[in-house]
């Protein structure tokens, strides 16, 4: 199975350095820029990109099937790694701060911040909604360190209060690092270490967990009552279809996914689950794949 293109980054950005980006809930690709960046030596692999100054105004790419329009954040105080869309034309951002542990801002229509609120530490996934959720997944560092990482997922409103926090049923293994992750209107679903279930969580706070054949899978896709896990078990491109009962995910068919020239998949960072669509890059932030279940 091959991906398809979904997104690239305009070529008159080539010059400017991107601090985060991602594929929002209505399939949208958003690039986070900054003008005045420069990359920084990291002591956990590639160098990452940060402003010169702080605060700083950033630019906010916005690719919308081929449409792309430009949008303005100012004033911002985070180094960002994370950032999603809103409803309503909001967005909200999560990164490192200087100025205490409020390391997650909202900003509105107008580019302008309306509110910053902590996020906890040790951030994997940060994924909004269409219906005013937010999602926060954690790994290891913030679980163990943080009392708001500790629950390992949690829900927030998109004002940033506090909905919700993952506890194990009784003689479940707690989160230790969400490794893949899929939010699809009121629902989430999570893969994560030790034991890799699926946990299935709704905003109205019904939760289900399921037995699944694959170890620490990379990412999945799910619609109606069939995922497919990419990854696991060291194999990065083994696609794992699966059906979906009461208490498992019984493993259908495997596959092998590729890039859209039948060239091998060999490297990629954290995908993108987004319900039955997975939304892959390579060490490249500019340009995004979509493969759909």
Not at 70 to 92: C, I, K, W, Y
Not at 174 to 192: K, L, M, R
Not at 226 to 240: A, N
Request: one cysteine or more; proline letters at 7%; charged letters at 20%.
């Amino acid at each position: 199975m091959a991906l398809r293109p979904h997104a690239l980054l305009p070529r008159q950005y080539d010059h400017q350095k991107v601090l985060a980006t991602n594929v929002d809930a209505w399939g949208r690709t958003l690039w986070l820029i900054c003008p005045d960046a420069e990359l920084r030596p990291s002591s956990y692999g590639r160098p990452y990109p940060q402003p010169r100054s702080c605060p700083y105004d950033a630019l906010l790419v916005i690719d919308n099937g081929g449409t792309v329009r430009e949008q303005s954040l100012h004033n911002m105080s985070l180094r960002v790694t994370h950032l999603d869309a809103l409803p309503n034309g909001r967005f909200v951002v999560q990164g490192h701060s200087a100025a205490g542990d409020h390391n997650a801002q909202i900003y509105g229509m107008d580019g302008r911040r309306r509110h910053s609120f902590a996020m906890g530490r040790a951030v994997e996934y940060l994924m909004a909604d269409r219906r005013h959720h937010v999602w926060s997944a954690y790994f290891d560092e913030g679980v163990y360190n943080d009392p708001i990482s500790a629950a390992g997922l949690v829900r927030w409103d998109s004002g940033g209060n506090h909905q919700w926090g993952y506890t194990p049923p009784k003689g479940t293994e707690y989160i230790d690092t969400v490794y893949a992750f899929n939010v699809d209107g009121d629902v989430a679903w999570a893969n994560y270490y030790p034991t890799f279930p699926l946990l299935e969580v709704r905003t109205n706070g019904e939760t289900r967990l399921r037995r699944t054949p694959v170890v620490a899978p990379a990412g999945m896709a799910v619609h109606g009552e069939h995922i497919t896990m990419l990854g696991g078990d060291r194999q990065l491109d083994r696609l794992h279809r699966c059906r979906l009962t009461e208490g498992e995910a019984l493993l259908v068919e495997e596959a092998c996914l590729t890039l859209p020239n039948g060239a091998p998949l060999k490297r990629y960072a954290r995908p993108i689950g987004r319900g039955r669509h997975l939304y892959l890059r390579g060490a490249s932030p500019r340009q995004w794949y979509v493969m759909g279940v």
